[in-house]
């Protein structure tokens, strides 16, 4: 679908969308096959991860894990299916797909990988570029269970309407960063996954979230401390 012909829907004074039946989709493949995301330039440790919608146009979900508690590092986060790039890896988009089948068992050749976000950098120092894809919203995942304890589903329109719980404010870089924290039933969506969350909302569906706006009145903060690593593109 090309730009000139691409019906955008109107957004209300904070960046929402008031129409109640658009194609999020199209405006996904619209947007991320005109865009060129950025990349993080140093001495990284890469990794990727898969933001999978479901295949529903108006009613996409959003497919999400949680890190099993055993785990020794991020027991318990709430992540997207991904990891780290192995050298038998053939790119970073492989290592997104691979990960996805090893974690959750999603077929690779069931994933329409529509386009890329701009890369970040975690708190750990490993660089992660977020690969955004579509999938069928009747596919059956298992969870791995020496890694997750938990698959599970998020309407793209509950996090376009922004009922954040609060926001973490973390100082970036001399800057702060204003990262949105999610409760969605019993699972807590913040951190790495939040910012991804608002980089696809922004690029992929033009909507008026930012990483470095102070957020509007009615969303409590919450102060973190410093981080060493992290690095964002906003």
Known sequence: MNAENFNYPDLN??????????????????????FTPARIKGAHPDAAVLIALTDNPIDPHIILTR???HLSSHSGQVAFPGGMKDK?????????LRESEEEVAMPPDEVEVIGKLNQVVSHMGVRVTPWVGIVSEHIELTANEDELDA??????????????????VIPVEQQAIYVP???YDEFVIW?????????????????????THVPAQGSPLRHLEPSKHRRIID
């Open 181 to 183: 924290c999610y409760h």
């Open 67 to 69: 890190r099993a508690s």
């Open 88 to 96: 038998t890896d053939r790119n970073l988009k492989h290592t997104a």
């Open 13 to 34: 004074s904070a960046g929402h969308f008031l129409e109640e039946s658009i194609d999020y989709l199209a405006l996904l493949r619209q947007k991320l096959a005109n």
């Open 191 to 211: 951190g790495l996954s939040a910012m991804m969350l608002v980089d696809l909302f922004k690029t992929g569906l033009g909507a008026d979230f930012s990483l």
């Open 151 to 168: 698959i599970f589903r998020v309407p793209l329109r509950f996090f376009l309407k922004d009922q954040r719980h609060h926001t973490d």
